[in-house]
């Protein structure tokens, strides 16, 4: 079957940096998303990865590992605003966004 | 990035009644849109997919004579939610992707429905 495992919650200090990891299992693989979802809105997208590396945008990054089927997001300098829920989502081999459950991340003063 | 809207953003209605929710791809044509329904504390679950001009697929579970999905153009896809019930209050979320299958999806703000 298909699976996307994620931590459900994490803490983590105003400044600091968090490290969100994704482990995927899907049919085929067509890349891996990530999503910022605020509390009571809808999700935003942060990043998309295919290929092996590291990608940056700005205070945001996120890696993949296909060979692990992994990735992770990570965020640093970390402001009070970034509390919110961290969605991963793997597209299937149908092109299909495979959704893990979330991780909510709170932001300590 | 691309811009989604929905309407509208809240909706109280009485049980037995239809409602309609509107999605609008404002600044790209939206091959593909996608309808969500995500439960207090709980993760995204996907109702259904829509492709301008062809019938809607719907996920396992959801009664498509229930949850009407027309995506008649580009930019607009509308889900009614037919005799609603309490059960049904939820927060149903559009999505909209281009051409490119690998597209990114991009969500729209979200409506509240509440039944009464």
Redesign the interface.
């Known amino acids: 079957g298909q699976n996307i495992d994620q931590p459900t919650e994490m803490t983590a200090t105003e400044g600091a940096i968090v490290q969100i990891n994704c482990t995927y299992q899907t049919s085929g693989f067509?890349?891996l998303?990530w999503?910022q979802q605020h509390a009571g809105?809808?999700?935003?997208?942060l990043s998309?990865n295919?290929l092996d590396g590291l990608e940056e945008k700005g205070r945001f990054s996120s890696f993949l590992s296909r060979s692990k089927g992994y990735s992770y997001l990570l965020l640093k300098e970390l402001q009070m605003k970034d509390s919110a829920s961290y969605?991963c989502a793997a597209?299937d081999s149908n092109?299909?966004?495979i959704?893990?459950?979330?991780t909510k991340l709170i932001i300590k003063p | 990035?691309a811009v989604v809207s929905q309407h509208p953003s809240w909706v109280i209605c009485k049980s037995g009644t239809s409602v309609k929710i509107e999605c609008r791809s404002l600044d790209f044509q939206a091959t593909t849109m996608f309808w969500y329904r995500q439960f207090p504390k709980?993760?995204?679950m996907?109702m259904a997919?829509s492709n301008e001009g062809s019938k809607a697929t719907y996920e396992q579970g959801v009664e498509k004579d229930k949850f009407l999905i027309n995506h008649a153009s580009l930019t607009l896809s509308t889900l009614t939610v037919t005799s609603a019930h309490p059960e049904d209050s939820s927060f149903y979320?559009c999505s909209a992707r281009g051409a490119g299958?690998?597209e990114?999806?991009?969500?729209?703000?979200?409506t509240r429905l509440l039944v009464l």
């Open positions: 067509n890349g998303f999503y809105e809808a999700p935003t997208f998309y295919v969605l597209m092109y299909q966004l959704w893990g459950a979330g | 990035g709980q993760s995204l996907l997919t979320i299958p690998q990114t999806q991009y969500f729209g703000p979200g």
